[in-house]
């Protein structure tokens, strides 16, 4: 599992190399909000001060994770650059990607 900070890091960081690309590009579209739809288990270590951890849920997780209680969470994330100027982006698509 990938903890919900991790995923949400690599998401900025993408979007980082995006907006970087964009003043390479010909045509780029300019960056709105960001949704993000995920499928997270809360662990909570039995000890004092421990913090709660959202962990996001992979596809083909193993049986022990089907085994507890998950959640299914939508962030809108709204992407800013510094000083509030559009963000505009652009890049190929990945295989992956549609």
Do not use: C
Request: glycine residues 8%.
């Amino acid at each position: 599992m990938v903890e919900l900070a991790d995923l949400i890091r690599d998401l900025r960081d993408e979007l980082g190399r995006a907006v970087a690309q964009a003043n390479q590009q010909g045509l780029h579209f300019q960056l709105g909000p960001v949704e993000l739809e995920t499928t997270v288990a809360v662990s909570k270590e039995a000890k004092p001060g421990a913090k709660v951890r959202f962990w996001v849920v992979e596809a083909g997780a193993d049986a022990s994770v089907a085994k507890a209680a998950t959640q299914r969470i939508k962030l809108t994330l709204q992407p800013q650059l510094p000083g509030g100027a559009s963000a505009y982006v652009s890049g190929e698509a990945k295989p992956t990607e549609r």
